[in-house]
């Protein structure tokens, strides 16, 4: 398996929390603070912030078991298909809603210091 690329988030910002991979919206915010706090590069970010843990504790995903699968390298891909076969939609659903709905406050002053349209 070949590492996905960490981000520089001293220099850089991590994906929007809106985006999505797969049916699931923050993965793959998530997926670059905690490859940037495996590389060294996290800068003032932090991996675990209330909003993703609120968010994996939706999907019923430990941040031991996300850390453990970007720590074996899995891609963008391999994290769609491992939420995939592990979350319901009714999870799945209520995580999403978490970020987008209960957070929508966070979610735009996020995109406002990152230089994203508000959605």
Request: aromatic share 8%; with cysteine; charged share 30%.
């Given at each position: 398996?070949?590492?996905?690329?960490?981000?520089?988030?001293?220099?850089?910002?991590?994906?929007?929390?809106?985006?999505?991979?797969?049916?699931?919206?923050?993965?793959?915010?998530?997926?670059?603070?905690?490859?940037?706090?495996q590389a060294g590069t996290i800068g003032?970010?932090?991996?675990?912030?209330?909003?993703?843990?609120?968010?994996?504790?939706?999907?019923?995903?430990?941040?031991?078991?996300?850390?453990?699968?970007?720590?074996?390298?899995?891609?963008?891909?391999?994290?769609?298909?491992?939420?995939?076969?592990?979350?319901?939609?009714?999870?799945?659903?209520?995580?999403?809603?978490?970020?987008?709905?209960?957070?929508?406050?966070?979610?735009?002053?996020?995109?406002?210091?990152?230089?994203?349209?508000?959605?």
């Amino acid at each position: 398996m070949t590492h996905a690329p960490a981000p520089d988030l001293r220099t850089a910002f991590p994906r929007a929390g809106r985006v999505k991979l797969g049916d699931f919206v923050w993965i793959a915010r998530l997926a670059d603070k905690v490859r940037a706090q495996q590389a060294g590069t996290i800068g003032d970010y932090t991996a675990y912030c209330e909003v993703s843990h609120g968010f994996l504790e939706r999907c019923g995903v430990t941040p031991e078991v996300f850390t453990a699968l970007i720590r074996s390298g899995a891609s963008d891909e391999e994290l769609v298909r491992y939420f995939a076969m592990h979350v319901d939609p009714q999870r799945r659903d209520a995580a999403n809603r978490w970020v987008l709905v209960d957070n929508a406050e966070d979610l735009r002053e996020q995109e406002r210091e990152e230089g994203e349209p508000p959605a």
